[in-house]
């Protein structure tokens, strides 16, 4: 009797192992999808973010100069948060993004600012 409740209970927490396991290996999936990685242009034409594994940070295109730098993580398949801090003005902002195919993100800040990234091809 003694022994097969002990195989029970050993049996369950390998079970919850795996099943804890399997969960970490999603929220590390989310955390920096690789799929995101590469240049992003803004659809206005001013910066080209530069993503790569959760981190990020947006180039001027006129002056090459770094304007924001930060990370973002993904909060669902097709979810996205960014968070950055303006090199020029030293502000921190946020922003959900919505990727409605592999090439775009269309986002809006803190603040109501829509813009919208296309993957650089």
């Known amino acids: 009797m003694f022994k097969r409740t002990n195989r029970v209970a050993i049996s369950a927490v390998a079970i919850m192992g795996f099943g804890f396991l399997a969960a970490c290996n999603n929220a590390k999936d989310l955390a920096g999808p690789p799929v995101l990685n590469g240049s992003w242009a803004s659809s206005d034409g001013v910066y080209v973010a530069e993503l790569l594994n959760g981190q990020f940070r947006a180039v001027a ?61």
Do not use: H, M
Request: glycine content about 8%; hydrophobic content about 30%; some cysteine.
């Open 61 to 121: 295109n006129d002056t090459g100069n770094v304007i924001s730098e930060g990370s973002y993580i993904a909060l669902a398949e097709n979810r996205i948060k960014l968070s950055w801090v303006g090199r020029i003005t030293g502000n921190s902002n946020e922003a959900e993004c919505l990727k409605p195919n592999d090439n775009q993100l269309d986002c809006v800040d803190l603040s109501g600012n829509k813009f919208s990234l296309r993957r650089s091809l």
